[in-house]
């Protein structure tokens, strides 16, 4: 009977506790170590998924030998320090979206995993949700005919939460663009490929933080339409259309469980729901590789986080979105 992938959590937040759900729903996975900096957090997340190793440093985590595989679902600005740190120990690394902050920085923790010959994945669930695997499949087959449209938009209200909260912290690379928007830029790029050209506008709060990005990709004969903000609700669906139908995605559409396609045929409504939250087939496919002996996906590459992140500076650069920490 072959044994199971053994996972570890870094940072036990919020998305922690989701992705822990999930992973008990894979038949092939266990969870059984979690770190925090702070040691009554991950004895506390320990009792609740009954995990039999606790570490009140990450260090400790990265060292010992009882894990294969570590999810980081820190906030933004300590991924690359810790996934390095991690896959230096050894260790492979599913790391939350944004891998990096920058490209330079995803580059760096490429480079890393590469010497080191160990598996890093981005943690975009995003891509490997049931439906978006679907449209994908059906934009490539060519039952939309050739792609002209994709309009995406990912927006709800915050400004009634503290400017302390991670949402607005600059030091913590708190706005928009790299939260939320990075969904819209990344269902653009996954159909439509890197743009040609990009404007990109944005609004800001009072202490400098964006808090709405519009952005237009231009293609040789199609264009994206994108949106994030957090001044203001949004449907959260998507659009993709081509030249013999179109494809509406189910809100919210980066976890979505559904779409309804339009062609000449008619109308079609299908259902594809995810199994648990979602963050399930993001775990398959890091334990498909991993029994596979791959050091990337083919679903979502080292060349693709680069991509989505060089995007994600395009626009940074176009809309005067800046961190303090960045030189």
Avoid at 55 to 62: Q, T, V
Avoid at 141 to 150: D, H, P, S
Avoid at 228 to 234: F, H, I, R, Y
Avoid at 273 to 302: F, M, R
Wanted: hydrophobic share 40%; aromatic share 10%.
């Amino acid at each position: 009977m072959k044994s199971k992938i053994r996972w570890g959590i870094v940072g036990p937040g919020k998305i922690a506790h989701q992705f822990a759900n999930d992973l008990k729903l894979v038949g092939d996975a266990e969870l059984v170590a979690v770190a925090s900096r702070k040691a009554e957090r991950a004895n506390e997340f320990a009792k609740t998924y009954s995990i039999p190793h606790v570490f009140d440093s990450y260090e400790a985590l990265f060292e010992t030998d009882k894990v294969d595989v570590l999810y980081i679902a820190t906030p933004h600005v300590f991924h690359k320090n810790l996934a390095i740190a991690a896959m230096k120990a050894g260790k492979h690394v599913l790391c939350e979206k944004p891998l990096g902050i920058n490209a330079k920085e995803v580059n760096e923790m490429i480079n890393v995993a590469k010497e080191h010959k160990v598996f890093l994945m981005e943690a975009l669930w995003s891509r490997f949700n049931p439906t978006i695997r679907k449209v994908k499949e059906l934009s490539e087959e060519g039952t939309l005919g050739e792609l002209k449209y994709v309009n995406a938009d990912f927006a709800f209200y915050a400004l009634d939460r503290s400017m302390e909260s991670r949402l607005f912290n600059l030091d913590l690379a708190g706005g928009t663009l790299l939260d939320i928007g990075i969904y819209p830029v990344f269902l653009a790029y996954l159909l439509l490929g890197k743009p040609i050209h990009i404007e990109a506008v944005s609004n800001f709060n009072v202490i400098g933080t964006e808090i709405q990005t519009s952005i237009i990709f231009q293609y040789e004969a199609a264009q994206a339409i994108l949106y994030s903000g957090l001044t203001n609700e949004s449907r959260m669906s998507a659009e993709i259309s081509g030249t013999k139908g179109s494809i509406t995605l189910e809100p919210r559409f980066h976890e979505t469980q559904g779409y309804t396609l339009k062609t000449e045929k008619g109308v079609d409504s299908v259902q594809l729901p995810s199994q648990g939250k979602g963050y399930t087939h993001e775990i398959i496919e890091v334990n498909q590789c991993l029994n596979a002996k791959k050091l990337e996906s083919d679903l979502w590459s080292h060349q693709d986080s680069l991509s989505l992140i060089s995007l994600l500076d395009a626009i940074r650069e176009k809309s005067g979105v800046r961190f303090p920490f960045e030189v």
